[in-house]
């Protein structure tokens, strides 16, 4: 089955510098990447998704960026914020699988002012 | 329009009990799924469906079953209770287009303790 890792465990920035959260994949035959966050005690949520047939794909200052050949996705956070403080979880689902999605293990970001 | 419903949000269980966990959602997704988060392990997917009657297991199904008799509802039922089942359960719904998945929606979770 898919295997997806996430890359760094805890990621502590000052506010205003750039955040980078990066994944690899196992099963090339994956085509949709969501990533989601959460905030403590909260559902997690949406913030930003890739498709395969798009390598990159930006939302104010929250990006994703695709490699299919190399099977890694990164999620880029700029000009960082305390309120982005937060887990953050990069996932895997392939369009056969029926929603069935795997998850990387979390990235936990602060954010110091 | 509530999204993805959870009940209860929090529980305590003995040892050997059993409870079902309710998910429901009013987005008519055809997709659902039950998911465990124990600290620092992410998500890890215990069962899904991909419409009603039809189910399958996900990553960790053992002690769990589920069932899907309406698009709405997903319940989760641990049939008997053990302390390495404590954990916060999170229910998720999506759709499919164009041969791509959709975003999951999650519901609030709920807190379960088996002392």
């Known amino acids: 089955g898919e295997n997806v890792e996430q890359h760094p465990s805890t990621l502590s920035v000052q506010e205003g510098d750039s955040a980078v959260i990066k994944c690899t994949y196992s099963?090339?035959?994956?085509?949709?990447f969501p990533w989601y966050k959460q905030e403590l005690g909260k559902r997690p949520q949406l913030i930003i998704d890739i498709r395969s047939n798009v390598g990159e794909k930006k939302d104010q200052r929250i990006a994703v960026t695709l490699n299919k050949t190399a099977k890694h996705f990164s999620l880029h956070i700029t000009e960082t914020q305390p309120e982005d403080s937060a887990v953050y979880f990069c996932a895997a689902s392939m369009g056969t699988n029926a929603g069935k999605s795997t998850f990387g293990d979390g990235t936990t970001l602060t954010v110091k002012p | 329009n509530a999204g993805v419903t959870q009940t209860p949000k929090f529980q305590v269980l003995k040892t050997g009990q059993s409870m079902t966990l309710q998910c429901a959602q009013d987005?008519?997704?055809?997709?659902m799924s039950w998911y465990r988060q124990d600290p620092g392990m992410g998500l890890r997917l215990i069962h899904y469906s991909v419409g009603a009657g039809i189910t399958d297991q996900g990553e960790v199904p053992n002690g769990y079953n589920v069932s899907r008799s309406t698009t709405e509802d997903f319940p989760l039922r641990l049939l008997s209770a053990a302390p390495s089942q404590t954990s916060v359960y999170f229910c998720?719904?999506?759709?499919?287009?164009?041969?791509?998945?959709?975003?999951?929606?999650f519901g609030d979770g709920t807190r379960l303790s088996i002392l």
């Open positions: 998720a719904s999506s759709s499919r287009t164009g041969g791509f998945d959709q975003p999951q929606h």
């Open positions: 987005m008519n997704h055809e997709y």
């Open positions: 099963d090339s035959a994956s085509n949709y």
